[in-house]
Nanobody, 125 residues
Framework: VQLQASGGGLVQTGGSLRLSCAASGRTSSSYAMGWFRQAPGKEREWVAGISRSGRSTGYADSMKGRFTISRDNARNTVLLQMNSLKPEDTAVYYC???????????????????WGQGTLVTVSS
């Protein structure tokens, strides 16, 4: 499975961005999908996850109410809509796919088997 993340960029505080993760090589409907992020000097952290069916989602506390994860299995795409962005959201965002727990929008990076290359989100104050 190859994952290609896109949609990052520079946005002002309070603005919105939509990240996209395109999967190829095997149908993404077999996998749970997740978004993680890593800010400079910090560890990678979980942002959101979605089960392979899309019926189950999960979010890190600081993202609840601001971010929305969704998927279109027909297009092998996972989206992350990010609203009310803050400077502390500045990071490289990675999408990931995991097959071991496909019904769980898991937060543990060890559950994910494939990772995209990352897309940079910068939120200016």
């Amino acid at each position: 499975v190859q994952l290609q993340a896109s949609g990052g960029g520079l946005v002002q505080t309070g603005g919105s961005l939509r990240l996209s993760c395109a999967a190829s090589g095997r149908t993404s409907s077999s996998y749970a999908m997740g978004w993680f992020r890593q800010a400079p000097g910090k560890e990678r952290e979980w942002v959101a996850g979605i089960s392979r069916s899309g019926r189950s989602t999960g979010y890190a506390d600081s993202m609840k109410g601001r971010f929305t994860i969704s998927r279109d299995n027909a297009r092998n795409t996972v989206l992350l809509q990010m609203n009310s962005l803050k400077p502390e959201d500045t990071a490289v965002y990675y999408c990931a796919a995991g097959i071991r727990f496909p019904s769980s929008p898991g937060s543990n990076p060890a559950w994910y088997d494939y990772w995209g290359q990352g897309t940079l989100v910068t939120v200016s104050s």
